[in-house]
């Protein structure tokens, strides 16, 4: 049972798939684990604490040769795994949608492309989830971006020169990265507001200390759409929505938006004449922009001043604390991994008609198979 953890090839992609940790971990299985040189530079994670830890490390064509198991972050290049076993699994978050040519050809490759986003939000499944790892990292991340661009305090300060007042923090989309934006506004001393359109989240938001800010007239969903995900709102309490922002948002000096709808692009929270609305100066983080953004004049991949209030729009965000992003992401996938483990084969077993399986599982036998690619 071999198992390759492979260097990453998307541009500004810095985190790999497996760690010294996990490496061990495996090893503990029976598992004989190759790392493809250099896979762990942007994470620092050298090749030699990859050999100490019982991995060997060598080229893209000899890590994969005879694997039968490849783990990445994202999918790597099908041209780049010319010589894989035929029903090797590939395991990554394979962006199956954004990528659909890709699957193609990793079915053609005959491999069995296995994507970790497609993992069901279910308890049994919550330490495989890498939406949920890595979401929490970005939250705790688009905060410390605000307060870099910010050119004033987060707490309140009592100095001998005067009193510096406390941000006004306000984080829209209270999922995941939301609730960890939210707790790390807070530690920072800010004063800090939360929307979502889950009522659930009500509660969650004051546990935190925050002040939840909600439409009360319209119905929304309220409650959770399947997973615990959000669906798209009516007209009506999108136009409810915004007039409630409208007058928060000219008050606030941060705003960190978060609301992403699966399978859509995301929800557009503020226009460009809310912004204008802003105090010079402010911030807003938009950690939707790779999905279209929730902010008017958000820029994939730069930080842009539109009415004097900077709008930052980083990529890949997890990324940006890429060794906490590669330890928790590599957890993933060996908490995956070794609850199929068969002891008596040595080696991972999913079977047929397993919830998890059926989810993730988006090739085989050179065809794609995955429900929600083939609608
Ligand atoms: P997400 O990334 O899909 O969306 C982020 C947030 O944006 C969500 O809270 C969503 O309700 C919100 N949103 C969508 N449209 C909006 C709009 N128009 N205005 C304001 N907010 C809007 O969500 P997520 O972080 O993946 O989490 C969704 C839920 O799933 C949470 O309740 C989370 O606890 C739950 N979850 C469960 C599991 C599990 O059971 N295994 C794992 C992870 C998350």
């Known amino acids: 049972m071999k198992i390759a953890i492979l260097k990453e090839g998307a541009p500004g992609e810095r985190r790999v798939a497996g760690t010294p940790e996990t490496v061990k971990k495996f090893i503990g299985l029976g598992a004989e684990l190759a790392v493809e040189a250099g896979a762990g530079e942007g994470a620092s994670i050298s090749d030699s604490a990859f050999v100490d830890a019982g991995a060997t490390v060598a080229d893209r064509t000899s890590v994969i040769a005879g694997a039968d198991i490849l783990l990445g972050i ?214 939707a922009v790779e999905a279209g953004g929730n902010v008017e004049g958000a820029v994939a991949g730069e930080v842009v001043t539109r009415h004097g209030v900077k709008i930052v729009g980083h990529r890949n965000v997890p990324s940006r604390l890429a060794a906490d992003a590669s330890a928790l992401f590599a957890r993933n996938h060996f908490n995956f991994l070794s609850a199929f483990w068969d002891k008596e084969t040595g080696r991972p077993v999913l079977p047929d008609g397993d919830e998890i399986g059926e989810a993730i599982r988006l090739t085989r036998d050179g065809k794609v198979v995955n429900q929600r690619l083939l609608g």
């Open 74 to 287: 994202q999918g790597a290049d099908p041209v780049s795994l010319n010589g894989v076993k035929p029903g090797a699994w590939l395991v990554a978050g394979l962006n199956p949608f954004g990528e659909r040519t890709r699957v193609d050809a990793y079915a053609g490759l005959g491999v069995e492309a296995l994507a970790m986003e497609f993992m069901p939000r279910i308890t049994r499944a919550q330490s495989m989830d890498i939406l949920s790892s890595q979401s929490n990292l970005s939250g705790y991340k688009a905060v410390l971006d605000a307060a870099g661009e910010y050119g004033r305090a987060f707490p309140m300060m009592m100095t001998a020169a005067g009193t510096v007042s406390a941000a006004r923090v306000f984080v829209m989309g209270v999922g995941v990265a939301g609730l960890q934006a939210i707790a790390t506004a807070r530690r920072l001393g800010a004063q800090v507001s939360a929307t979502d359109v889950r009522s659930a989240t009500r509660e969650q938001i004051l546990s935190l200390g925050a002040k939840p800010i909600f439409v009360e007239n319209v119905t929304g969903i309220e409650g959770e759409g399947s997973g615990g995900y959000a669906t798209e709102m009516s007209a009506e309490y999108q136009a409810a929505q915004g007039e409630l922002v409208s007058g928060h948002l000219a008050r606030q000096d941060i705003v960190i938006t978060t609301a992403l709808i699966p399978g859509r692009p995301a929800p557009r929270l503020i226009s460009d004449a809310q912004v204008a609305t802003m105090r010079p100066g402010s911030v807003i983080v938009d950690l």
